[in-house]
């Protein structure tokens, strides 16, 4: 690394007859002969020229530098120029010989007078141009009270001029403007540093809300499992309760008759007992694909709503007295038939279960198309359901008012009916003041078949 001496800006032709000047002087005290001198100084201010020509500007930087055994005076002049883009080219001219006139005449012919000669120049990055010129042997060694006398000895330079004083000043401004440069630098590349680890904290506080958010959603997920589950068993104990009553009124009729030796009236009861375990049979099938396939993927087919008010009113122990009525037009649709099935097994079963007058019982179903939802009602002349119980009924194990809480009921009923609606995009209520109850819940119209026929 070279060993500094002294350091002169260069912005016009005074600074290149200064830097000449100090050129020689230093190459004096190193011991070089006069040739040697005259040299080294001539291609300095070649160098220096061309800064002040096609720059404006530049510094010039004196040092001493050992290199294999051998000490060099040497000169670094550097500018922040648009750089030399055809170095190339006055180097292939030189080395045939050919006059080079112009910008590089300066760089040619330094190149010839010094013992190294370097230049390195981007576009738009300025040119540093590297010259040195060997010390002899018998030089004196050179030390930093060496370095300072020679630095008093130009100083206390007799006739030297007022500029070369403002010039002295000038340079140590300009020293002290270059550090606070390289400090700016500094401290431009700390504030990169730091965006670039504030942008790598940002990345992983997003990668950390995105995991959290993702975490929140699974268990949200687990949750509803969880619930589906729950809802899933109380559905099976609540639904299968109808069929299994009727088996159970089967078997024990079949008992009767055949412990009264009437076995004829006991085989008549068996397809009955068929006919309900195949029933009970469909529905377990059907709860099974509802809690497991997925509410949206469940199979969807042509259901007639006639259709599966028999099917449910065949399932549900009907009194004889009581007088169910339904409209002659209902619609088919296009749809998942357990939904259904469990809504009108529910309301139906409800009505019929709570009615206290059953020799003057009578339901009826009625269904007004609306916009964009059917709307179906299930309407009983029972007894009623009071208004600080209509709230309470859609939520689970909750039965139909605290005066008709019976052993039979699981309170799970309509919280079944809600939760298909919920699904379907629908809603249910109850309306009710005194006696007879109406429940009315509404069905997407979308899924009403025009043409039954082409429906697949």
């Not at 042997?137 to 060496?146: G, M, R, W």
């Not at 940002?202 to 699974?218: A, D, P, T, V, Y």
Request: proline share 4%; charged share 25%; net charge negative.
């Amino acid at each position: 690394m070279p060993k500094s001496l002294l350091k002169i800006n260069i912005s016009n032709e005074l600074d290149v007859v200064l830097a000449y000047k100090r050129a020689m002087q230093l190459s004096e005290k190193t011991g070089m002969a006069q040739a040697n001198q005259t040299k080294f100084a001539t291609a300095v201010s070649e160098i220096c020229r061309n800064v002040v020509e096609h720059v404006g500007n530049g510094t010039i930087q004196f040092g001493i530098i050992e290199e294999k055994g051998h000490n060099y005076l040497e000169a670094k002049v550097s500018d922040r120029g648009r750089g030399i883009g055809n170095l190339d080219q006055i180097y292939e001219r030189a080395s045939y010989g050919s006059n080079v006139t112009g910008r590089g005449m300066g760089i040619v012919n330094s190149r010839k007078l010094v013992d190294f000669f370097d230049i390195k120049s981007e576009h738009e990055q300025g040119t540093s141009v590297t010259l040195r010129k060997r010390i002899p042997a018998q030089s004196p060694v050179f030390t930093k009270s060496l370095q300072e006398l020679w630095l008093r000895e130009f100083n206390d330079e007799e006739g030297i001029s007022p500029y070369a004083e403002i010039k002295k000043q000038n340079m140590q401004q300009l020293e002290l403007l270059e550090k606070l440069r390289l400090r700016n630098l500094e401290a431009e590349q700390q504030l990169q540093e730091i965006r670039r680890l504030n942008l790598q904290l940002q990345q992983s506080n997003f990668e950390i809300q995105s995991l959290s958010e993702e975490r929140e959603r699974r268990n949200l997920e687990l949750q509803q499992a969880n619930a589906d589950l729950d809802a899933f068993a109380h559905t099976v104990s609540h639904d299968l309760r109808a069929p299994l009553q009727n088996i159970g009124g089967i078997i024990n009729f079949m008992e009767n008759s055949l412990r009264n030796g009437n076995s004829e009236d006991a085989a008549s009861l068996l397809p009955m007992l068929r006919e309900q375990a195949s029933k009970m049979d469909k529905l377990i099938t059907g709860i099974l694909a509802y809690s497991l396939a997925g509410h949206h993927s469940l199979h969807r087919q042509i259901v007639p709503l006639r259709s599966v008010l028999q099917k449910v009113l065949e399932s549900l122990y009907v009194p004889a007295t009581f007088k169910i009525i339904f409209p002659e037009n209902l619609p088919t649709l296009y749809t998942q038939e357990i939904y259904l099935y469990q809504i009108f097994s529910n309301l139906l079963g409800n009505a019929v279960k709570y009615h206290d007058r059953p020799e003057e019982a009578e339901i009826a179903v009625q269904y007004d198309l609306k916009s964009d939802f059917i709307y179906i009602a299930v309407q009983d002349n029972g007894p009623g359901i009071a208004p600080e119980d209509q709230e309470q009924i859609f939520r689970k194990y909750e039965a139909l008012g605290h005066n008709l809480t019976r052993p039979d009921s699981s309170g799970l009923g309509l919280a079944i009916v809600k939760r298909i609606l919920e699904e379907k995009q629908g809603d249910v209520w109850v309306e009710s003041t005194g006696r007879g109850t109406r429940f009315v819940f509404s069905w997407p119209a979308s899924e009403i078949v025009t043409e039954p026929e082409e429906a697949e």
